[in-house]
Structures are given as C-alpha cells and as structure tokens.
T-cell receptor, first 113, second 113 residues
Framework: SQKIEQNSEALNIQEGKTATLTCNYT??????LQWYRQDPGRGPVFLLL?????KEKRKERLKVTFDTTLKQSLFHITASQPADSATYLC????????????FGSGTRLQVQP | ETGVTQSPTHLIKTRGQQVTLRCSSQ?????VSWYQQALGQGPQFIFQ???????GRGNFPPRFSGLQFPNYSSELNVNALELDDSALYLC????????????FGPGTRLTVT
C-alpha cells in the first residue's frame, strides 16, 4: 500500500541554523510533491511545489529537493527563526487525474531563540 | 490567510446523529476537496468536487457525502456519526487547469460523544 513517512519526532534546532526535514514514500509514483506548513488549530498553508522532473526548487529561505529514484524529498529552512516553529507536512499528488493529495503525518519543528 | 472559509468552527454531536459542514471557496476556484485530519495525523482525502460533480473519492464509507453548488461553495454531510469521526475537517479549494497548490480553510473541529 502507499506510504509516506515523515519523522514523527519533533525537530529542535537553534535560531539561525538550517532545518532539514525528510519525506520518504513507497508504492507511489507522484507527478509532484508539495510542502505545507500547519500551525496548531489552523489549516495547512502551501509553501512549495516540485514536479517529478525537477531536482530542486527554492523560495526565499526555503529549498526543496526531490529524488524520484530514492523516493525522497528534503525540505530545508535556512537561517531559521522562532516564527518558523510549526508542523510541516509533505504531500504527494498527480498519480491520478484528480488533484487529491496524499499527506504524510508531518514533522513538528521547534526553533529555539 | 486564504479566502477559504468554513462553518461552523466547532461542533459537538452525539453518536448516530447527522452533521453538515460548509465551505466557501476562494474566489475563482472551481475545485473543492475535503479532508479529515485526526489528531497528530496528516489530512486524509475524503472526496473532491469539480463543477458540481464528484471528481474522486478516498477510502471513506458512503455515509460521507458532499455537494458543490453553482457558486463553487460546498457541503460535507456525515450520517450515522461514529466516535472515530471526531476530527478536524478541512476544505481546500483550487483552480483546475492551473496550478496544483490547494488553499485550505481553517477547518471545522467535530467532536462526537
């Protein structure tokens, strides 16, 4: 069955450091992969999308890599700030005609000042 | 903040009852998806509507049903509520034939007792 794995343990880092979150998947051939941020009690907020034929995407302090051979995506936040503290969700899509997303369970990031 | 709104914010129901949740899409978006998010988990796809027609369904029983209206707003109906239906219900809108990111509303927290 399809499976998306994100580190269930919280990631604690110091302000200014680079946070790296991992998303691994099995039994899935996504056309694209997305990363979302979710704060407690709120809906997810779209951050970045990367397509299967792209290796890397950047947006301001965010960088995403996508390795379809390893079936893995890495999400980096450089110069992290306490305001970056949230849960980050990986989502795969495009394996069918519809735009439904399959989400991982998320990784909680805590940036210490 | 996205332009997606959901009502009500919170809801408490008794097992066996029926519930209707509502979603107003972001302006111009013609596709709406519904997700169920249990505590500590990622959102799970329930179904999607495109131009008032169901356009895909996840692994949810028929007692989960929906509607999309001509103005692209949507409803999620759940019959014969079970305790396990307690979750955050998220609505997400997107624009078909365009980008793939989805814009989520704040969600409705449903508690079934």
């Amino acid at each position: 069955s399809q499976k998306i794995e994100q580190n269930s343990e919280a990631l604690n880092i110091q302000e200014g450091k680079t946070a790296t979150l991992t998303c691994n998947y099995t039994n899935y051939s996504p056309a694209y992969l997305q990363w979302y941020r979710q704060d407690p009690g709120r809906g997810p907020v779209f951050l970045l999308l990367i397509r299967e034929n792209e290796k890397e995407k950047r947006k301001e302090r965010l960088k995403v890599t996508f390795d379809t051979t390893l079936k893995q995506s890495l999400f980096h936040i450089t110069a992290s700030q306490p305001a970056d503290s949230a849960t980050y969700l990986c989502a795969l899509g495009g394996d069918t005609g519809r735009r439904a997303l399959t989400f991982g369970s998320g990784t909680r990031l805590q940036v210490q000042p | 903040e996205t332009g997606v709104t959901q009502s009500p914010t919170h809801l408490i129901k008794t097992r066996g009852q029926q519930v209707t949740l509502r979603c107003s899409s972001q302006s111009g978006h013609n596709t709406v998806s519904w997700y169920q998010q249990a505590l500590g988990q990622g959102p799970q796809f329930i179904f999607q509507y495109y131009r008032e027609e169901e356009n895909g369904r996840g692994n949810f029983p028929p007692r989960f049903s929906g509607l999309q209206f001509p103005n692209y707003s949507s409803e999620l109906n759940v019959n014969a509520l079970e305790l396990d239906d307690s979750a955050l219900y998220l609505c997400a809108s997107s624009l078909a034939d365009s980008s793939y990111e989805q814009y989520f509303g704040p969600g409705t927290r449903l508690t079934v007792t």
